[in-house]
């Protein structure tokens, strides 16, 4: 099985350009969520997918953040125009449905490292 | 809202000894789930070991462990005959239990297993 695979691994663009981010999940999970680690501090939770639906996005930093699942499949992250303190590494991560007894268990990418120049 | 607070940023092991991991939490709600997570270098993060909080037994995957101490909320992570595949950043995590499915993280503890 596939794990939770995200494009790019590494991202450096200069400050008020836009980059999208994307996640592709484990197949069959219903369950998307973005997370961003800054450097130093804790990972944070930024929003979550059921399918294509945005179920808790209060986690985004600002309006300049930007996340689709359209057909609930992959997601995207797209960040316009990016600032400085844009820069870390962005996680996605995918679960079952919670009807299935098992969906409080999260599956991570690799996670995409942005640095805003 | 839900804390996560790791007190050691790194830590250190010599190969085949034990170390413990401290982790504590704070919330108001009941019944949770707690998880450690693992990123070994320029590798993702895997789940370690995961516990629901209303299961006073602690939960054991081959040589990793935790002292789950619901009252004092405190979550270790215990690594027994380290192995230097054990060389990573470790994540405590919680999460409630219904609800919101996000996970709330601490900030990390960067472990070295020394040859």
């Known amino acids: 099985e596939a794990g939770v695979t995200q494009f790019p691994s590494h991202s450096v663009i200069e400050k008020g350009q836009t980059v999208t981010l994307r996640c592709d999940p484990i197949?069959?999970?219903?369950?998307l969520y973005w997370y961003r680690r800054v450097m130093g501090k804790e990972i944070k939770f930024l929003l979550h997918f059921v399918k294509e639906s945005k179920q808790d996005e209060s986690g985004m930093p600002n309006n300049r953040f930007l996340a689709e699942r359209t057909g609930g499949t992959y997601s995207t992250l797209k960040v316009q125009p990016a600032e400085l303190e844009d820069s870390g590494v962005y996680f996605c991560?995918?679960?079952?449905?919670?009807?299935?007894?098992?969906?409080?268990?999260?599956?991570f990418g690799p996670g995409t490292r942005l640095t805003v120049l | 809202a839900q804390t996560v607070t790791q007190s050691q940023p790194e830590m250190s092991v010599q190969e085949a000894e034990t170390v413990t991991l401290s982790c504590t939490y704070d919330?108001?709600?009941?019944?949770?789930?707690l998880f450690w997570y693992k990123q070994p270098p320029s590798r993702q993060m895997i789940l370690v070991i995961r516990?629901?909080?209303?299961?006073?037994q602690n939960a054991t995957e081959n040589r990793f462990s935790v002292n789950f101490q619901k009252a004092a909320k405190s979550f270790s992570l215990k690594i027994s005959d380290s192995q230097l595949g054990d060389t990573a950043m470790y994540f405590c995590a919680f999460m409630k239990h219904g609800g919101a499915n996000n996970l709330f993280f601490g900030t990390g503890t960067r472990l070295t297993v020394i040859p």
């Open positions: 197949s069959g999970h219903d369950n």
């Open positions: 516990q629901e909080a209303y299961k006073q």
């Open positions: 991560a995918s679960s079952q449905p919670r009807t299935s007894g098992r969906g409080d268990t999260q599956y």
């Open positions: 919330t108001s709600e009941s019944n949770y789930y």
